[in-house]
Nanobody, 123 residues
């Protein structure tokens, strides 16, 4: 099973992008869904997570107040709305599915991953 992340692109600082994550063959409502990112030359890092219902979320301090994660279980889709983008947000963004989170900010806690979508923020 592979998740499909889309919506990346090139945007100027201060702009917005909306990323989507879909998973053909996987019922996303059974999973917590996380977003991670990996900048060139850096380790993959936690961005945010949303629980099964969508009523519980957690964000990295670096994106809190600018990014919003949501989900539509009827459409089997998770969305990451990114506003007030900064050059330091430049990275490949990955969505990931976690059946029973124990350490949800840790990469190894996740069961399935997408291929990533590239976000570039120019100054």
């Amino acid at each position: 099973v592979q998740l499909q992340a889309s919506g990346g692109g090139l945007v100027q600082a201060g702009g917005s992008l909306r990323l989507s994550c879909q998973a053909p063959g996987l019922i996303l409502s059974s999973y917590y869904m996380g977003w991670f990112r990996q900048a060139p030359g850096k380790e993959r890092e936690f961005v945010c997570i949303i629980n099964w219902s969508g009523r519980g979320t957690d964000y990295a301090d670096s994106v809190k107040g600018r990014f919003t994660v949501s989900r539509d279980n009827a459409k089997n889709t998770v969305t990451l709305q990114m506003n007030s983008l900064k050059p330091e947000d430049t990275a490949v963004y990955y969505c990931a599915a976690n059946r029973r989170p124990v350490q949800p900010r840790e990469i190894n806690d996740y069961d399935y991953w997408g291929q990533g979508t590239e976000v570039t923020v120019s100054s």
